[in-house]
């Protein structure tokens, strides 16, 4: 039994190889394929026939698979996403094989590239992300967007829109292909401003420097402040702190991530008492004669002590290079009531007096009208500066030197400072309450006695009584004081003014003759 069913098995190998060996008259390495879109794929053949015969290869759909036959071999195109039959035909006189591959072609993977890795968003605001995709006409849909931290922010459809400050990673997948950009939220600067905008400082005074507002308050921005000064030799920064050098204004400019702002700085002089208000002297006007000094604003004025603030540069510039210069100081009544009893203080400075040299300088003191008061003469160099500050009081009967004078036709004339007796000092006879001209006398006061220091000085054409100051007390009187009697004085005085008079009345009576 068992040899039988040995010979049966013999039998039913025979039979399947020969089949398969008529089966493999055509052999292939593989009888399907997947491929994707655009690519290629050789496949080998081998015909296992020893008889003539004829080889034909064709696909069932071409807009899918395309097939190019060569010896032992085709090549398979892929056109287009589907499925096609690949059919092998060998014909010979007799008989006819035939094998099919079978081809699937995929769709193309697509790809996504983004332009930028990094980018920086300002917060409230969005981005459309520039992407590439490969191939073109991919769907985008088919395109996931995802965000880090969407807290930060968030996107949809490649839009991204900033939240808060704050970093997150975006990431887009397409067909398995990963982009990703670093994106950062920010708030840049848009303004900043001085807390406050303007302040006063003293000279030599040095103060904190205001705090920056910054405009808006949490930006991302560099906060590095670079300060620079308009007019460096008004005010300094130092450590910190500005340091006014002198009297003006001049503007501190910040500027912080190529935005700027200014702070106004007005340097004043010191005070000298709680009750002395300064005041700044501009130039009203610039001649060839004099240069004209005055305020803008008068009516700002509000009273009691003053002092005078002179503009050192400006009157630094119109002496250079002049022999003379005449200064005039217009001032309105307030600033002169009481013939300058509220002049608490006017310095000349070393700077102005350093110019002296052959140069004369002269400061007269106006009303509004330009008419002249007082007059300050320097002929000379001078090393240090010079307080003219003056008060000129007339002598009545309740003033303390009534008694000395024994006249109420003088004045007591203060200065706060002498500089060696080189300083040529003009009153006009306005300011002495004299109408006509006259003799004057000029006394120095010192020790409780009064000592003549001049000759009698005659009432010049334009008005003034001019000395030289040899004291910082001094006295001026029409009248000679000593002991002679007034009556004489003034007899005296009458008898010049009646020839004079008589002298003019002859003049003209002549000139009229002559004219008719």
Known sequence: MKKKLGIISLLLLLIITNVMAE?????????????????????????????????????????????????????????????????????????????????????????????????????????????????????????????????????????????????T?????????????????????????FNPSEIVIELEEAVEIPDLIYVPYDTTSNKTVNYTIEDESIVKLEDGMLVGLKEGETKVIAKVNGVDTSLNVKVKRKALQTDVQPILLGVIQETDEALILGLHELETYQGGKYELLLPVEE?????????????????????????????????????????????????????????????????????????????LNKIDTNHALYPIVKTSGAYQLKVKEVLDGTVEMGIHRRLLDTQQDQLHFIYEYKDKKIEEVSDPIEVLGNGFVNFTLANDEMIISTVPLSSQDNWVIYMFGGLVVLIVGGILLKAFSKRSKNVL
């Open 23 to 167: 089966d493999a008259v055509i052999e292939l390495n593989k009888k399907s394929y997947r491929m994707e879109l655009n690519s290629t794929q050789k496949v080998d053949y081998k015909i296992n026939l020893d008889v003539d015969y004829e080889i034909k290869i064709s696909s069932s759909n071409e807009n899918i698979v395309r097939v190019e036959v060569s010896e032992n071999s085709f090549l398979l195109t892929a056109v287009s996403p589907g499925k096609a039959s690949i059919s092998i035909w060998v014909i010979t006189e007799n008989d006819q094989y035939e094998e099919t591959v079978e081809v699937e072609i995929l769709p193309e993977k697509g790809r996504i590239t983004f332009d930028k890795d990094t980018f920086y968003l300002i917060r409230g605001l969005y981005y459309d992300i520039e992407y590439v995709l490969e191939p073109k006409n991919i769907d985008k849909s088919n395109i996931v967007w995802t965000s880090s931290n969407p807290e930060v922010a968030s996107v949809v459809n490649g839009r991204v829109t900033g939240h808060k400050i704050g970093s």
């Open 169 to 193: 990673q975006i990431t887009a997948t397409l067909d398995g292909h990963v982009a990703t950009m670093d994106l950062f939220v920010t708030v840049p600067l848009e303004k900043i401003e």
């Open 315 to 391: 009157l630094q510039a119109y002496m250079e290079n002049r022999e003379e210069s005449k200064i005039f100081i217009q001032l309105d009544d307030t600033l002169r009531r009481e013939k300058f009893l509220y002049l608490s203080n006017m310095e000349v400075s070393k700077e102005l007096l350093l110019l002296l040299g052959a140069q004369k300088l002269e400061f007269v003191f106006t009303d509004t009208n330009l008419n002249p008061l007082v007059s300050l003469k320097f002929n000379q160099n001078y090393k240090s500066p010079y307080n003219f500050t003056f008060d």
